[in-house]
């Protein structure tokens, strides 16, 4: 089993800057790669970046290329996702996910809200 809990939700301003954590515990060694969903109000879950535990590979969304940047900390069993020049419709809860070869476990979300 692999434990996922992300952190550093919050309220901010159009333009500003979040960076959200997520923290796996348990059979982390398992963990192959590291990603982050998110859900707004009425609307289904989408892919936000994701990573690659041992290699760094990253992917994007098209709607954050160049605006968010995932990292992770093996060391630290914790990857990050740094958001930059949020907009309103960046609004939402923030999942993170721990993937294993056969499993993916989930964190329970952290609410990020963008004002206008």
């Known amino acids: 089993q692999v434990q996922v809990v992300e952190s550093g939700g919050g309220l901010v301003q159009a333009g500003g800057s979040l960076r959200l954590s997520c923290a796996a515990s348990?059979?982390?060694?398992?963990?192959?790669?590291i990603a982050w969903f998110r859900q707004a109000p009425g609307k289904e879950r989408e892919f936000v970046a994701q990573?690659?535990?041992?290699?760094?590979?990253?992917f994007y969304a098209d709607s954050v290329k160049g605006r968010f940047t995932i990292s992770r900390d093996n060391a630290k069993n914790t990857a990050y996702l740094q958001m930059n020049s949020l907009k309103v419709e960046d609004t939402a809860v923030y999942y993170c996910?721990?993937?294993?070869?056969?499993?993916?476990?989930w964190g329970p979300g952290t609410q990020v809200t963008v004002s206008s």
């Open positions: 996910s721990a993937e294993t070869l056969y499993d993916k476990y």
């Open positions: 348990g059979r982390s060694f398992r963990i192959v790669s």
């Open positions: 990573i690659t535990w041992s290699g760094g590979i990253t």
